[in-house]
């Protein structure tokens, strides 16, 4: 095993930003984004008011009444935004000990009759009321815009580190109109004798994620090459970056998605929470057609990381076959067949075929 890992790497956003020490940088992420597939960004560009703040929200949303979560449950949505209840999905046959909101960055929707049903999923999130929470809906839409801007200017560096020019990156981008998600998690600590699965082995989907771990707790493990689990405990003033699935695909499996799980927190603590962003990329377009051109001398640098054993978590298929689009809407119709049932009976009754479960499975 030639590259093995131990612990995950933190990269100093600050040396990206320095002409001097950017080479430095470079270097480092080169490596994480092979070798790893997760690092820790310190300094990132992303006003510490406003992550404060957000962390000081996320409790708070789910300590509203459970009558004004269930007024913006998912299933209103067939963007797939809003409330989902503690133990409503299973990862590997297993039920994922977490209640959580989906939120997003701003999209007015276009479908019209006649367009990919894929192309419903984007648009307007549903919010909390202001009066119940004053205040979240624009603090947290201005550091979602923070979050989308570095998300940007972190896929540039990485085409540095590749060596391939950005243009290349373009088709994937649909001018930057895009709609990213994002997420308000909590992980309960689960009665005695239960499972500590906060949420089973995955990868994620798109091309990256920036993930604010919200509380001290651990918890967040990722599955190193030769299959073992790594702590990834929360680091103040950091984010958590890692490589999805669609990354990994259009870079030949240069950059590296890696397995990584939620355990609940331990006996006798409090509730985890986290904030995780997921940087999208057009609806439209199919990853298998837009495999990216890479040198021999990258090409090596994978090869030269050594077999990788087989890991946990379920591999995506699809990329090669369908638009991004339409994977994420097969993705997002598994996971929550209420909402499925409600707004694209269709797909409902392809996936469902003996009615609506009491779970949804996300792998």
Do not use: C
């Not at 406003?50 to 007024?71: C, T, W």
């Not at 209840?85 to 994922?96: I, N, S, V």
């Not at 990868?203 to 509380?215: H, I, K, M, R, V």
């Not at 904030?275 to 040198?295: E, H, R």
């Amino acid at each position: 095993m030639a590259s093995n890992f131990s612990s995950v790497p933190i990269l100093d956003w600050s040396l990206a930003t320095n002409p001097e020490s950017k080479p430095d940088f470079i270097l480092q992420l080169r490596h994480a984004l092979i070798n790893v597939g997760f690092l820790y960004l310190s300094n990132p560009p992303v006003a510490r008011s406003d992550i404060d703040a957000v962390v000081d929200y996320a409790p708070k949303l789910f300590d509203l009444p459970q009558d004004a979560k269930e007024s913006i449950r998912m299933a209103n949505s067939q963007h797939f935004f809003g409330y989902s209840r503690l133990g409503a999905e299973l990862t590997k046959g297993k039920t994922d000990q977490r209640e959580q909101f989906d939120f997003a960055t701003p999209y007015d929707n276009e479908w019209k009759p006649g367009d990919p049903e894929y192309l419903k999923l984007w648009g307007q999130p549903q919010w909390p009321s202001e009066e119940l929470v004053p205040g979240f809906k624009k603090t947290f839409l201005r550091y979602l815009e923070q979050v989308e801007k570095l998300s940007f200017d972190f896929i540039e560096l990485l085409a540095e580190a590749f060596q391939i020019p950005i243009s290349s990156l373009d088709t994937f981008f649909n001018n930057r109109r895009l709609q990213h998600r994002a997420k308000v998690v909590k992980y309960p600590v689960p009665p005695d004798n239960s499972s500590n699965q906060g949420v089973g082995p995955h990868f994620d989907g798109g091309f990256l994620t920036f993930l604010l771990q919200a509380s001290p707790h651990r918890g967040l493990q990722v599955q190193n090459l030769s299959g073992e689990w790594i702590d990834a405990p929360p680091i103040p003033g950091t984010f958590v970056v890692n490589i999805g699935k669609a990354l990994e695909t259009v870079t030949q499996g240069l950059a590296r998605a890696t397995s990584h799980r939620v355990l609940s927190p331990e006996p006798g603590s409090t509730p985890r929470y986290s904030i995780p962003f997921f940087q999208n990329i057009s609806q439209t377009v199919k990853i298998g057609d837009n495999v990216l051109q890479l040198s021999p001398e990258m090409l090596e640098l994978k090869a030269a990381r050594g077999e990788v054993a087989a890991p946990d978590s379920v591999n995506y298929t699809e990329y090669g076959l369908l638009p991004s689009g339409e994977v994420g809407l097969i993705g997002r119709v598994k996971s929550h067949p209420d909402v499925a049932q409600r707004h694209y009976p269709d797909l409902f009754k392809q996936f469902f075929p003996d009615g609506l479960p009491t779970q949804g499975f996300a792998y």
